[in-house]
Nanobody
């Protein structure tokens, strides 16, 4: 069982940066694969980034490559999403998800957090 809590969202201007955190409880976190997704009002949830349990194989949506960085600190049971050069169209609720299997961009993760709101003003 893994419980996830996202934090770090807020209101920023276009071009600014934010770092989201996904804090997990549960002894199995260090072996869990983590994904970040986002969902804007009226739109489907979309994949942002994912990282495997060891942290050496991150993957990204094409739209965020070169601007976003996913990382993890297993000692702190936390995964981070560093977001740079944010765009107004990236305003959304950002969710982290976890599973013992690596799903990458698929929506098949078992555990999901409640989300954190990111608003980017133009």
């Amino acid at each position: 069982q893994v419980q996830l809590v996202e934090s770090g969202g807020g209101l920023v201007q276009a071009g600014d940066s934010l770092r989201l955190s996904c804090a997990a409880s549960g002894r199995t976190f260090s072996s869990a694969h983590i994904g970040w997704f986002r969902q804007a009002p009226g739109k489907e949830r979309e994949f942002v980034a994912a990282i495997n349990w060891s942290g050496d194989s991150p993957s990204y949506a094409d739209s965020v490559k070169g601007r976003f960085t996913i990382s993890r600190d297993n000692a702190k049971n936390t995964v981070y999403l560093q977001m740079n050069s944010l765009k107004s169209e990236e305003s959304a609720v950002y969710y982290c998800a976890a599973d013992r299997y690596y799903y990458g961009s698929a929506y098949r993760y078992t555990y999901w957090g409640q989300g954190t709101q990111v608003t980017v003003s133009s």
